[in-house]
């Protein structure tokens, strides 16, 4: 093989993602993954006030509810979202979302099951954004791993794309 893929992005979400360019490679960061070493952070938008930093930690099952999807306990692999605050607005609050192995809409689950829906989601009970806003307000700003040949500490950042720093600016 010639490597793949390490993550896959929903489809409205902005950012960086990770690719092994060899099979050998490719192979190492799964194996990484597996192990929970590779730290990815994303930036969200939410509706609501959320305390400066809080955890959530469940199995993934997906349900509806009013055609409402949220985690449901149940039996299966726990994930965990570490939150942060990044800053405070009237009805929203910027914050930094770190998982470690991640599963499919993980961090979208996660923050409507706490009651922190991600603007502009509308599968997750999601209320309009913030005007002008037209896409989900999610986007992978940082990885963070292990070099899988030189063993050094690597970080790949990408910042905010126009559309959200412009309403940022304008939420301010």
């Known amino acids: 093989g010639d490597g793949g893929l390490l993550q896959r992005l929903d489809y409205e979400t ?3 993602v990770m690719v092994g360019r ?9 194996n990484a993954q ?7 952070s994303y930036l969200a938008l939410v509706h609501g006030s ?5 955890s959530v930690e469940t199995p993934l099952v997906g349900s509806g509810v009013n055609n409402c999807k949220t985690a449901v306990f149940s039996t299966g692999r726990v994930y965990r979202t570490d939150i942060f605050t990044v ?3 009237k009805k929203f609050t910027l914050v930094k979302a770190v998982i470690h ?3 499919r809409h993980q961090i979208r689950v996660h923050l409507a099951h706490k009651g922190f829906p991600i603007a502009m989601d509308s599968m997750y009970c999601s209320f309009p954004g913030p005007l002008g806003l037209n896409r989900l307000f999610l986007h992978a700003n940082e990885l963070r791993f292990e070099h899988p040949i030189t063993n050094l500490p690597v970080k ?6 126009e559309d959200l720093k412009v309403l940022m600016d304008n939420l301010e």
Request: glycine content about 6%.
């Open 14 to 16: 902005s950012g960086a």
């Open 22 to 30: 060899s099979q050998q490679v490719y192979d190492i960061l799964v």
């Open 34 to 40: 597996q192990k929970d070493k590779i730290e990815k």
């Open 50 to 54: 959320t305390p400066d930093r809080f």
């Open 87 to 89: 800053s405070s607005y």
């Open 101 to 103: 192995r991640g599963a």
């Open 156 to 161: 790949v950042e990408s910042s905010l794309p």
